[in-house]
């Protein structure tokens, strides 16, 4: 059975930094991502990363702050927040799909339960 659970999110002052933690189980997954979910807002992607970690992808709201990483020897997925601003205040969730085409933020098929992040200011 396919799992993906989220930890490490919390609050914080604008400025500050947080470590998001995907821990996925069940099958290896070519691409990974991160997606968030505003109140009265749509679910947007944030990053992707391939299953060796070269290929990276960003949204542009979150280029040069935030880095996305994974140890697929603990079938992990990690997600550096620095310079956090209000507006990355969200839901945060770990996706995961089986083809590798990370520049195509859709076809995830697997989503964890999320884990929220709320930046102050």
């Known amino acids: 059975q396919v799992q993906l659970v989220e930890s490490g999110g919390g609050l914080v002052q604008a400025g500050g930094s947080l470590r998001l933690s995907c821990a996925a189980s069940g099958r290896t997954f070519l691409t990974m991502g991160w997606f968030r979910q505003a109140p009265g807002t749509e679910r947007e992607f944030v990053a992707a990363?391939?299953?060796?970690?070269?290929?990276?992808y960003y949204a542009d709201s979150v280029k040069g702050r935030f880095t996305i990483s994974r140890d697929n020897a603990k079938n992990t997925m990690y997600l550096q927040m620095n310079s956090l601003k209000p507006e990355d205040t969200a839901v945060y969730y770990c996706?995961?799909?089986?083809?590798?085409?990370?520049?195509?933020?859709?076809?995830?098929?697997?989503w964890g339960q999320g884990t929220q992040v709320t930046v102050s200011s």
């Open positions: 990363i391939t299953w060796s970690g070269r290929g990276t």
């Open positions: 996706s995961a799909k089986r083809d590798s085409n990370i520049d195509y933020r859709g076809g995830y098929e697997y």
